[in-house]
């Protein structure tokens, strides 16, 4: 079960439903405006924000689905259980439909981390990427932060070793997925909107 498990969860990830839903409903590349990622984000740059949420559902579910049945139905845990989290977040980053080329993976994340913790990982990620993005004014790095939080959070409840595990791998992911983001200095929000208000 744990090779297909793996098999799942990559196909899953890899299929490239904000692309294919841009095509459909918007007769648009959505990989030739904003960074030029394959993701949700840019569904929502084009203005349509009725498939932007759509394509964000879709990406979410494809980490959702594959994890919770490796998890809850075929019992996959431990050190095998980091793998099956991995799959489809590589699925996402490296798919065959695109070339082997992929997006960030944010939606998908928390796709992930429900399948597994039902509400506390979303929520408390959730949470921490909310304060980060209104503190920072860099996004990529406000992701990164919010990563590290969760890390952070895992390890002072005293979470699983396979839970800890891939909170780390997830953090290593999002950090090659935004490394081209990653250049630009981090700036205060509210100081920037203080300067800007005198």
């Known amino acids: 079960m744990f090779i297909l498990a793996l098999v799942l969860g990559f196909i ?3 299929l490239p439903f904000s692309v294919w839903l841009g095509k459909l409903f918007l007769s648009q590349d ?3 405006i904003g960074d030029g990622n394959p993701g949700a984000t840019n569904v929502f740059r084009t203005g349509n924000w009725k498939v932007g949420i759509l394509a964000l559902l879709l990406d ?3 980490g959702v689905l594959p994890v919770a049945i490796s998890y809850s139905v ?4 431990e050190g095998k259980l980091v793998a099956v989290m991995m799959a489809p977040l590589l699925g996402h980053q490296l798919s065959p439909f695109l070339g082997f080329r992929g997006g960030k993976g944010v939606a998908t994340t928390f796709g992930v981390w429900t399948g597994v913790t039902m509400w506390e990982g979303p929520i408390v990620l959730g949470s921490l990427l909310t304060i980060f993005y209104f503190l920072f004014d860099h996004d990529a790095w406000s992701v990164i932060f919010g990563m590290i ?3 952070l959070y895992w390890l002072l409840k005293g979470a699983t070793a396979e839970i800890y595990g891939a909170a780390l791998a997830n953090l290593f ?3 090659w997925t935004h490394r081209l ?3 630009g ?3 205060l929000r509210f100081l920037r909107f203080r300067l800007k208000s005198r």
């Open 30 to 32: 959505i990989r030739e």
């Open 12 to 14: 899953s990830g890899s």
């Open 181 to 183: 983001a990653l250049n």
């Open 60 to 62: 979410y579910l494809k």
């Open 149 to 151: 939080g969760l890390l």
């Open 173 to 175: 992911f999002l950090l």
């Open 185 to 187: 200095k981090i700036g």
């Open 74 to 77: 075929w019992g996959i845990q």
